[in-house]
């Protein structure tokens, strides 16, 4: 199998079990291909010495899957350097909470055991896609998490006016907007009061940012019908966040938002449960009492 292998370029931690992932893929004849960066950090920062058949920048490359090892952020930049290749993304967990990235570093030796025994299942994860005339939006405007639009300079809120496939919904007073995917559900949506989506559910939540109005509340959506926002704010500019990265954009610049035309492959081990990791992961349900 030919592997490609992305990985968290800022804290060592997170990638000092890399050299265990490397002698697992080798002792399996596994054709290595390593982003150049990582590559870079793993040989001068950490001092390992990787083997590498093959090392590529931005998305120029191939594989049967791609391993991304270090946390979610770490995970989401790899699904954005795969794109709408089709390449199956391995997670491999070792950040902090790890939805994504959910294979500890403790599994490893077992779920590359699995994954040359083809005993792994993929899920089909969907992915917002914006459309819009800033050209610098433009250039990565896909987003496996949520796409959120957020006030920048100014204590005041911002007036984002919402129509769902043209039809008004409101107009939103608040620091901002989150549009998010299933997948992200549990990510930045969930720590402003937006609800938890199962994976597979075809739908897109709208969850406001601290709303000036106790009668505004998340809503989900149909994941097929398009989202138009037409932002005000008193500084004349807002940001938009593309899971994560964020750029200024002009005030009198309409979004539109709406699922791209691919999804992102991502791999699970056989036996995992989405409710188990609610469970695990973020102490879902759990009761002190008990």
């Not at 967990?93 to 055991?113: Q, Y």
């Not at 083809?118 to 250039?139: A, F, G, I, M, P």
């Given at each position: 199998m030919k592997f490609a292998i992305f990985g968290n370029t800022y804290q060592a931690k997170k990638s000092s079990h890399a050299a265990t992932l490397f002698n697992l893929l080798e002792k399996h004849g596994a054709e290595i291909c390593v982003c150049r960066e990582f590559h870079r950090f793993l040989k001068s920062d950490l001092k390992l010495n990787v083997k590498a058949d093959n090392l590529f920048d931005e998305d120029y490359f191939d594989a049967d899957m791609v391993i991304s090892i270090g946390g979610d952020g770490t995970f989401l930049k790899a699904a954005r350097r795969v794109g709408n290749k089709g390449i199956p993304i391995l997670?491999?967990?070792?950040?902090?909470?790890?939805?994504?990235?959910?294979?500890?570093?403790?599994?490893?030796?077992?779920?590359?055991?699995?994954?040359?025994?083809?005993?792994?299942?993929?899920?089909?994860?969907?992915?917002?896609?914006?459309?819009?005339?800033?050209?610098?939006?433009?250039?990565?405007?896909?987003?496996?998490?949520?796409?959120?639009?957020?006030?920048?300079?100014?204590?005041?809120?911002?007036?984002i006016r919402t129509a769902i496939n043209g039809a008004h919904l409101t107009t939103y007073q608040a620091d901002g907007l989150i549009i998010a995917t299933p997948t992200g559900s549990t990510a930045y949506s969930l720590s402003v009061g937006g609800p938890i989506i199962v994976p597979h559910s075809k739908t897109i939540a709208i969850t406001p940012v601290a709303p000036h109005s106790l009668n505004v509340r998340p809503i989900v959506i149909c994941d097929d019908w398009e989202i138009t926002l037409d932002v005000e704010s008193r500084s004349h500019n807002f940001l938009v966040a593309i899971d994560g990265s964020s750029e200024t954009c002009k005030e009198t610049t309409r979004l539109t938002i709406r699922r791209a035309d691919y999804s992102i492959k991502v791999v699970k081990r056989f036996n995992h449960i989405f409710f188990d990791t609610l469970r695990t992961k973020m102490m879902w349900g759990a009761d002190s009492r008990v």
């Open positions: 997670g491999i967990n070792t950040g902090r909470l790890g939805f994504l990235a959910d294979v500890s570093p403790e599994e490893m030796e077992e779920t590359i055991e699995e994954i040359y025994q083809n005993h792994y299942t993929v899920e089909e994860r969907s992915v917002l896609q914006l459309l819009c005339d800033d050209k610098h939006l433009q250039d990565s405007p896909y987003a496996l998490n949520e796409i959120a639009v957020l006030k920048r300079d100014s204590s005041s809120m911002i007036s």
